[in-house]
């Protein structure tokens, strides 16, 4: 009976060690892939985030992790590196980006587009205290033109210039700090103005509004109708009032849309699964939860734009729901 009882011990041990064998196998198959996003206090990383989340909830055997980024810049030259699978850029610059256009050096012809995802708004903002009402008064300032490795500079400065300002001769300083840390440069006078282009309400932006009263910079009369007709890439857009505490009025802006990258290397299955899972009502729903910003998130929009090609797999899901032929 000693001997049984022995077996029977040694039986159950050898049995707990083969699911345990078999839970760390099916574990180490599942492929890894990374999502490319944004700095903390815009939208582009809590978005990310939730997409990547929501992903390896619902895609079997694949886990997604978001990674933080500067930005726009930063997400396509780690697409176009092979250094990160997924990540968000915006209409404009990754048109530009994948035909080497200026201000790329390089054609940037690893980029596929998943498909649109959010409009963002620009709202470059400032404390009320300081005076600033349109671009045209931040001639002698210190400002921050946005995150390092994001493309926000770019747009702020297009916006200058077309007032009449040069970025490299007219302000008193230039720098480039993530948004949170913008928000914090600007709440104790180390910048007079912050650049933002994001979804809206802006994280960092409503956080600031709470204990102190700000202001969003505007285009001088005339001057965003002359940007959006040498600029196209821009699109007219309002910011609606009272988005932030004590900013009331709708606000006459430019924009542009936010477009779901990734590397033209990814197998067509993986980013079919991928397209399917966020533009499903589910998929959506969640996202709206994430970010108030994603709740314009539509799938009818995801391919109203299309700056670069889709991915194969991409076009595979919108075929299959009619929205292509």
Avoid at 37 to 44: A, K, R
Wanted: hydrophobic fraction near 40%.
């Amino acid at each position: 009976m000693k001997k049984i009882k022995i077996n029977s011990v040694l039986f159950f041990s050898i049995i707990c060690l083969l699911i345990v064998f078999q839970v760390s196998i099916f574990a180490a198959t599942k492929t890894q892939f990374s999502f490319s996003t944004g700095s903390l206090g815009g939208s582009f990383y809590p978005i990310g985030g939730g997409i990547s989340e929501y992903l390896s909830k619902n895609i079997e055997n694949a886990s997604f992790t978001a990674v933080t980024s500067g930005g726009v810049d930063e997400n396509m030259n780690r697409i176009q590196s092979g250094t990160t699978d997924f990540g968000l850029a915006n209409t404009g610059d990754s048109y530009l980006a994948f035909r080497g256009m200026d201000p790329y050096q390089q054609k940037y012809s690893n980029m596929r587009q998943l498909g649109i995802l959010w409009p963002q708004w620009g709202e470059t903002y400032t404390l009320k205290k300081t005076g600033i009402k349109t671009f045209l008064d931040l001639k002698g300032k210190t400002v921050c033109a946005g995150s390092p490795g994001g493309s926000m500079h770019k747009s702020f400065f297009d916006w200058v210039s077309i007032h009449g300002i040069d970025p490299e001769k007219d302000f008193k300083k230039v720098v480039y700090l993530p948004g949170h840390e913008a928000m914090e440069a600007l709440k104790i006078g180390q910048v007079d103005a912050v650049m933002e282009i994001s979804g809206i309400p802006t994280a960092a932006m409503v956080e600031l509004s709470l204990t102190h009263d700000i202001d969003i910079v505007r285009f001088a009369p005339g001057y965003r109708e002359k940007l959006l007709k040498e600029k196209p890439k821009y699109s007219p857009i309002i910011l609606p009032g009272g988005t932030y505490r004590g900013v009331d009025e709708d606000i006459e802006t430019v924009g542009m849309a936010v477009v779901w990258i990734c590397s033209e290397d990814l197998s067509e299955e993986i980013v079919y699964q991928a397209v399917k899972a966020i533009y499903c009502p589910e998929g959506l729903d969640y996202l709206g939860k994430v970010h108030s910003a994603a709740k314009s998130i539509t799938v009818e929009r995801a391919i109203e734009w299309t700056p670069i090609p889709l991915h194969p797999g991409a076009e595979k899901y919108y075929k299959e729901i009619g929205l292509m032929k």
